[in-house]
């Protein structure tokens, strides 16, 4: 079984900054993509940033030159470091990773319970 864990939310003034953590555990035999999510109330979920596992990362325009993201494959880790965040950044951030379980089997899409970035002065 494989886990996801986000850490790093929380509430953050406007211009301010935030780093977002998800840490994946369990049983597997690779990871290829990950990346974040995020859901703001009353709005179907968006795409915020992927990367590959030789990191090339890609953006929507709506969030391209403030958030970054990394990944740490030694330790099957991957972050979100997020700048001059704006109200409208308010959401529940996932992350998500695309696990192959096993040699040779197809990769299967995991993701992590959420983690709240509130951005309000």
């Known amino acids: 079984q494989v886990q996801l864990v986000e850490s790093g939310g929380g509430l953050v003034q406007p211009g301010g900054s935030l780093r977002l953590s998800c840490a994946a555990s369990?049983?597997?035999?690779?990871?290829?993509?990950m990346g974040w999510y995020r859901q703001a109330p009353g709005k179907q979920r968006e795409l915020v940033a992927t990367?590959?596992?030789?990191?090339?990362?890609y953006y929507p325009d709506s969030v391209k030159g403030r958030l970054a993201i990394s990944r740490d494959n030694a330790k099957n880790t991957v972050f979100l470091q997020m700048n001059s965040l704006k109200p409208e950044d308010t959401a529940v951030y996932s992350c998500?990773?695309?696990?192959?379980?096993?040699?040779?089997?197809?990769?299967?899409?995991?993701w992590g319970q959420g983690t709240q970035v509130t951005v309000s002065s």
């Open positions: 369990g049983s597997f035999f690779s990871i290829n993509a």
């Open positions: 990367i590959t596992t030789n990191g090339r990362a």
């Open positions: 998500n990773a695309r696990v192959v379980v096993n040699r040779g089997w197809n990769e299967v899409n995991y």
